[in-house]
């Protein structure tokens, strides 16, 4: 009889089973508490790494493609060059929408929160096109505010100087155009109002700039280009179609 007593019943057996598998498998499921899932770190990862790219594309430095000529001989189509942020000062972005794209958000304009200086004449700077801001634009300044800037049969003047621009610039029609018809060989003169920069292409006879459509206003300033990085001409030999020499290259 006691033996029966001592021999634990049916119930009993199921209990202490289903007691061992819990504390089995609440070991491990205690201890993978603390330990992230592979998916959570790349997507920490991944966002961590895209919010990094945007801070830098914002406020630091900023790569962008030549996709026409009016910058030759400075710039080539097919150039890719980077703009420095940093170049003016620590710029805070304004006019900003949200967009379904990276970066996320795009910013129309900037204002500078530290000043390290002014655009310069001769600075090749990239810009919100004044007359489509969803494009950017690259150009040289040619005057700053207060400058008076005029075209005289292809001669640049400022302040009433002859601008020796041949270092930097070309003219390919040797032919004069009148002012009365379109600005590009004859223009002003204008005097250049606060806030605001007179730019033209270095390619003077076949660029669309200040002649044509006014003044950047300063806030509208992305940055000043100083760096090749990347030139791709696609054309030619295939041996060609990479400018290795261009790689690197300061841009002045």
Same mark, same amino acid.
């Given at each position: 009889?006691?033996?029966?007593?001592?021999?634990?019943?049916?119930?009993d057996?199921?209990?202490?089973?289903?007691?061992?598998?819990?504390?089995a498998?609440?070991?491990p499921?205690?201890?993978?508490?603390?330990?992230?899932s592979?998916?959570?770190?790349?997507?920490?990862?991944?966002?961590?790494?895209?919010?990094?790219?945007?801070?830098i594309?914002?406020?630091?430095?900023?790569?962008?493609?030549?996709?026409?000529?009016?910058?030759?001989?400075?710039?080539?189509?097919?150039?890719?060059?980077?703009?420095s942020?940093?170049?003016?000062?620590?710029?805070?972005?304004?006019?900003?929408?949200f967009?379904?794209?990276?970066?996320?958000?795009?910013?129309?304009?900037?204002?500078?929160?530290?000043?390290?200086?002014?655009?310069?004449?001769?600075d090749?700077? !990239?810009?919100?096109?004044?007359?489509?801001e969803e494009?950017?634009?690259?150009?040289?300044?040619?005057?700053?505010?207060?400058d008076? !800037?005029? !075209?005289?049969?292809?001669?640049?003047?400022?302040?009433?100087?002859?601008l020796?621009?041949?270092a930097?610039?070309?003219?390919?029609?040797p032919?004069?155009?009148?002012?009365?018809?379109?600005?590009r060989?004859?223009?002003?003169?204008?005097?250049?109002?606060e806030?605001?920069?007179?730019?033209?292409?270095d390619?003077?006879?076949?660029?669309?700039?200040?002649?044509?459509?006014?003044?950047?206003?300063?806030?509208?300033?992305?940055?000043?280009?100083?760096?090749?990085?990347?030139?791709?001409?696609?054309?030619?030999?295939?041996?060609e179609w990479?400018?290795?020499?261009?790689?690197?290259?300061?841009?002045?």
């Amino acid at each position: 009889m006691s033996g029966e007593t001592d021999r634990p019943s049916p119930d009993d057996l199921t209990s202490a089973t289903v007691d061992g598998q819990a504390d089995a498998a609440g070991t491990p499921a205690l201890s993978q508490l603390g330990r992230k899932s592979l998916f959570r770190e790349y997507a920490e990862a991944i966002v961590v790494a895209m919010l990094l790219a945007f801070a830098i594309r914002v406020f630091v430095v900023q790569a962008f493609k030549i996709p026409s000529g009016s910058m030759i001989p400075t710039l080539l189509i097919g150039d890719h060059i980077l703009v420095s942020k940093l170049s003016y000062g620590i710029q805070w972005p304004s006019q900003c929408k949200f967009q379904a794209a990276f970066p996320p958000v795009n910013c129309y304009a900037s204002q500078a929160l530290i000043e390290f200086g002014k655009p310069q004449r001769g600075d090749v700077i !990239v810009f919100r096109f004044p007359e489509d801001e969803e494009k950017d634009f690259i150009k040289r300044i040619v005057g700053g505010p207060g400058d008076t !800037v005029q !075209v005289r049969n292809k001669a640049i003047v400022v302040n009433g100087t002859v601008l020796d621009d041949k270092a930097f610039t070309q003219r390919i029609d040797p032919g004069i155009i009148d002012g009365t018809i379109n600005p590009r060989d004859n223009f002003g003169p204008v005097t250049v109002p606060e806030g605001a920069y007179f730019v033209m292409g270095d390619n003077r006879d076949q660029s669309l700039d200040s002649r044509f459509w006014g003044f950047v206003r300063e806030e509208k300033i992305r940055g000043k280009a100083f760096r090749i990085y990347w030139s791709w001409s696609g054309q030619g030999q295939w041996t060609e179609w990479v400018r290795w020499d261009r790689f690197g290259k300061a841009i002045q």
